[in-house]
């Protein structure tokens, strides 16, 4: 039932239309221009979902003739164009690199971000800030950078103490809580129970 409640406007199109949404890539289902850009130097994802960003990215690209053209008038024209579309973005967001595009839809207010490699993830300043990787001590790897946690909470909050531990490095620990005795267990790893 989680699963189903998390398709949201997709399950309603199905329920309340009969319409069996599509299969459409990096796009938004819906809402175009959202999607993934490619530019001079990687990629941006940017969301002009409605009429008032996509008159705001327009001009900000350089392309205000876009505005005028019918196949991108309106919303439902946009996403049912959306091939045309993203040929026309693909090319002007190819004129610069990610970050000036980023600065530029930033100043124009279309909410816009970088699409990173996964050594640029984890070398962004906000991402850094975060601490969203922590280091911890692997009783076979060594000292290794894991994901941190994902939640910080200022009363309670979390470290990451340890790496996941290797298959039966804590049996001794969990069975002896569970009230087995030091012999018991010396006698279960010499059988080979455990």
Same mark, same amino acid.
């Not at 990787?133 to 009783?139: E, L, N, Q, R, Y």
């Not at 939640?151 to 039966?168: D, F, N, Y």
């Not at 490095?169 to 002896?176: R, S």
């Given at each position: 039932?989680?699963? %189903?409640?998390?398709? !949201? ?10 319409e069996?949404?599509?299969?459409? #890539?990096?796009? $938004? ?16 994802n940017? #969301? ?12 900000? %690209? ?34 610069? @690199?990610? !970050?000036?595009?980023?600065? %530029? ?13 996964? !050594?640029?993830?984890?070398? !962004?300043?906000?991402v850094? $800030? ?6 911890? @001590? $692997?009783?076979?790897? #060594? ?26 490095? $804590? ?24």
């Amino acid at each position: 039932m989680s699963g %189903i409640a998390l398709l !949201d406007f997709q399950a309603a199109r199905y329920l309340m239309d009969g319409e069996v949404p599509p299969q459409v #890539g990096n796009d $938004h289902p819906t809402s175009m221009p959202t999607s993934a850009y490619t530019t001079a130097d990687g990629y941006i994802n940017v #969301g002009a979902s409605g009429e008032g960003m996509w008159k705001r990215l327009c001009p900000a %690209i350089a392309r205000p003739e876009l505005l005028q053209r019918a196949e991108f008038q309106g919303g439902a024209n946009r996403a049912k164009n959306r091939k045309a579309l993203n040929a026309e973005l693909n090319a002007a967001f190819g004129a610069k @690199k990610s !970050d000036e595009w980023i600065s %530029i839809l930033n100043e124009a207010g279309v909410p816009c971000g970088p699409i990173y490699s996964m !050594d640029q993830v984890f070398a !962004d300043p906000q991402v850094r $800030h975060l601490q969203a990787a922590a280091m911890v @001590k $692997h009783p076979v790897l #060594g000292e290794i950078r894991v994901v941190n946690q994902a939640v910080a909470l200022s009363r309670t909050p979390a470290t990451m103490v340890s790496a996941t531990p290797e298959i039966g490095q $804590h049996t001794g620990e969990v069975l002896a809580e569970v009230g087995y005795s030091a012999a018991d267990i010396a006698t279960l790893r010499k059988n080979k129970v455990i």
